[in-house]
């Protein structure tokens, strides 16, 4: 794939991202959840999504699943500086948060 494909596609990812970050957030406010932990969840999620999986190809979030090892176990730990043993547990406890997606209910991985 050349970098204009590239390019293309993860434009129409991100589109189709927003959309889904903004069910999320709506689901986690609807669960009562104070304003600071949602948006420490959308943050996670918004990183994990928009910049990780788009960092080195066009991956959605369906195909990101294989790829949250990977990211938790390597790439958080060692190229986020930001990263410490909470903000790992942190992020791994929101992918796995239950959210309701096209109205059946399921992790966001």
Known sequence: MDYEEYEKQCKEIRAEND???KICEEDLKSKGLSEQTIGRHISNVDFYINEYLLREDARTMEEGVAAIDTFLGYFFI???MWST???IKST???LTLPIHFA???RPIY
């Open 92 to 94: 791994a406890a929101t």
């Open 19 to 21: 959309n889904l970050l």
């Open 85 to 87: 043993p909470g903000t």
């Open 78 to 80: 060692r190229k986020c």
């Open 103 to 105: 109205g059946f209910e």
